[in-house]
């Protein structure tokens, strides 16, 4: 039988159930009252915390656009925005065994998509919840509904499995406060970038501070308190922030897009939550044509003002909603005209060319170069067993023999050399999986480059 939690309630998980290795984690809600005609978006994400109560790497930051975290022992589900009309919003797969040693703390929340922009809280969400089923069985193990009196808050920290000597324990939260995704990324010590800087500190909603964390919780100090940080929220500046296109090629420009707010068309775009750290793949500046590929058409796709720092998403705004829609219809156009195995190849080339310029492709790179295709509707076009296999071939060239797989991963590319259209779609492509970890590299540019040149395109169009 399932075990019902109250707020602040611990239990020990893996000691009462003897043998537990691998669980699930179910977020759901209910959308309550009318929302002004916008439906909201929720998210979950998963902060896997070191003994410090931060997250010690960007890949333990899991969430939709870094679905797998802790050397793949964390793995989410991603984002249903329907709700819990069939069962679990959002699922979490954990299997307790692999999680890295340095990893103390798994805490899980629930976020509003441009909350304060569409004026939405969780006052209008009832009905939330998480539960723990047994990942072998599907048994129920354990629930906790956070209640409804939540009102003006736009993140959860809904709960939290921590390690207790050899066990896992878990804890129900269910603290709430204002700042978004944003102020929960910075809280646990990640870096936040392209936020206004007169933002002041999220704050903490009235109401008794969490108690998890202050007897038996981590091996370490007690966690930080929500949303307050010891740095400002929104001063925090990546050090290698970088606009990939020079100012006079700037597609913002070209296309005649502005702030909104300040009028300014030093403007950037990439998918919802781009702007934190090296966890996701975004920081993209708009191309000479449209968008990068496979951020058109994105349900997260989100714009920023480089001058005020202010954010937007195109549902907010009619001007850029139909900018939005022109571009996802190129993009569209131009996979659909030149669709074909010498386009399927050439980008896939690109891509391996670019992944591995460092000289090496790990797993979780090469997850994210496959799930780019997958989660776009633009390039799902793609057979993506055929993406899967072309990359692993391309990869292994590569590694095998760097000069004969460049020559030959060129020559692919190099078809499309009569085929501009096609052409400056597969270096956008290749733009935005140079961009998958937070940072262009100066190496990535450069084959970039190489490729512009096999492409007899000007390279100062996509990079600086």
Known sequence: MAINLSKGQKIDLTKTNPGLRKIIVGLGWSIGQSTGGQSLDLDASVFLLGAS??????????FYNNPNGGANSVVYSGDNRRGGLDGDAEKISIDLNNVPAHIARIDFAITIFD????????????????????GDTGDVLL???????????????????????????????????KGGLGALCHNFGLNVEGENSATPPPSPLPGPSPSYGSQGTSPSSAPPSYGSPGAPYGN???????????????????????CPHCQSDRITAGKKGFGFGKAIVGGILLGPVGLLGGFIGSKKMEFACISCGRRWSPDSNQNYARWFEEQRRKTKDVISKYMGQDLLEAVVAGCALVAMADGHVDNAEREKVISYFSSSEELRAFDISQVNSRFSHHVQQLERDHMIGRAEALRAVGKLGQKPEAARLLVRICCAIGYADGEFSAVEKRVVADICQELHLNSSEFIA
């Open 143 to 177: 629930q906790y509904n956070l209640g409804e009196h939540f009102s003006v808050e736009t993140a959860i920290v809904v709960a939290e499995l921590y390690r207790h000597q050899t066990e896992w324990k878990f804890s129900a939260i269910g603290s709430g406060f």
């Open 236 to 258: 925090a500046q990546p050090g290698n922030a970088q606009p990939p296109y020079s100012p006079g090629n700037n597609g913002a420009q070209q296309s005649g897009l502005r």
């Open 115 to 134: 909350a304060e922009a569409r004026r939405q809280n969780f006052g209008q969400v009832s009905s939330a919840y998480v539960r723990i089923l047994n």
């Open 53 to 62: 109560g931060k997250v010690e790497s960007e890949n333990d930051f899991v």
